[in-house]
């Protein structure tokens, strides 16, 4: 299970690697010469990429969460930051950015029946998000691959996730069109405190309960105006 004392690692390396970065980028740049983008100028002054958007609930899901994504793309390599609260503890929230979709997250439009329940599966949403561009891993792989690998997403109803991944050409470019949608899912449909069936299987992985991979929060990456 993923712990706090891991993730806390991984920020640091990231911020390590930054360090480095602004280092370099001292050397290149005149100081106060390029752009800000606040903590990490470095990556401005290379023409970094910014994209940011409020995550919030997917309706019908019956989620009370709220949360907030932003990336920092320079060549094929980002700084994801992923905060979240109000989402059910104790239980893996796979994440993602979504890409080559219409670049928006699902209305109550999109819910379908599941189980007696009118919800929004990740099938049901598609169309909105698309597909799984990067998996937002703690550790370890992060291609579509790793969707659902439960044992490498955070786990708390509360966290800051933030790590230095390498984003495919496909999923730079959907960044760079403000269509990438960065998706958090696991819900608690029934208010029980914990993942059931009260919506069925899942349509991904029958071995999980939907309520497992349902998208609970959903935000576009908008891309930050460069000047
Ligand atoms: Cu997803």
Not at 178 to 195: E, L, P, Q, R, S
């Given at each position: ?12 390396a990231?911020t390590a690697s930054?360090?480095?970065?602004a280092g370099a ?5 005149p100081s106060?010469?390029?752009p800000s983008?606040?903590a990490?100028g470095a ?10 958007g ?10 009370r969460a ?6 920092s ?7 994801v930051?992923?905060d979240a ?5 104790g239980v893996p ?7 080559d979709?219409?670049?928006?997250c699902?209305t ?9 329940h009118k919800?929004i599966n990740?099938?049901d ?5 698309g597909?799984?561009?990067?998996s ?5 792989d992060?291609?579509p ?12 109803g509360?966290f800051?996730y933030?790590r ?6 496909d999923t730079?470019?959907?960044v760079k ?7 958090v899912h696991?819900?608690?449909y029934?208010?029980n ?10 349509e991904l ?6 309520e497992?991979?349902d998208?609970?929060?959903c ?6 105006g460069?000047?």
């Amino acid at each position: 299970m993923l712990t706090i004392k891991r993730a806390g690692a991984i920020a640091a390396a990231a911020t390590a690697s930054l360090a480095l970065a602004a280092g370099a980028a001292t050397a290149v740049a005149p100081s106060g010469s390029g752009p800000s983008f606040g903590a990490f100028g470095a990556f401005g002054a290379f023409g970094a990429a910014q994209a940011g958007g409020t995550l919030l609930p997917v309706p019908t899901n019956h989620v009370r969460a709220i949360g907030h994504a932003s990336v920092s793309v320079v060549g094929d390599t980002a700084l994801v930051t992923v905060d979240a609260t109000g989402l059910l503890d104790g239980v893996p929230h796979a994440m993602h950015i979504h890409i080559d979709g219409a670049g928006t997250c699902p209305t109550a439009a999109a819910a379908r029946d599941h189980n007696g329940h009118k919800t929004i599966n990740v099938a049901d949403a598609m169309a909105n998000y698309g597909m799984i561009g990067t998996s937002l891993t703690t550790s370890g792989d992060s291609s579509p691959a790793s969707g659902l690998a439960v044992d490498r997403f955070p786990a708390h109803g509360t966290f800051h996730y933030q790590r230095l991944l390498h984003l495919s050409a496909d999923t730079v470019a959907n960044v760079k069109a403000g269509k990438a949608v960065v998706v958090v899912h696991g819900i608690d449909y029934n208010h029980n405190g914990t993942y059931d069936g009260v919506l069925g299987a899942s349509e991904l992985d029958p071995s999980l309960p939907a309520e497992a991979t349902d998208p609970a929060l959903c935000g576009t990456l908008h891309p930050a105006g460069l000047g």
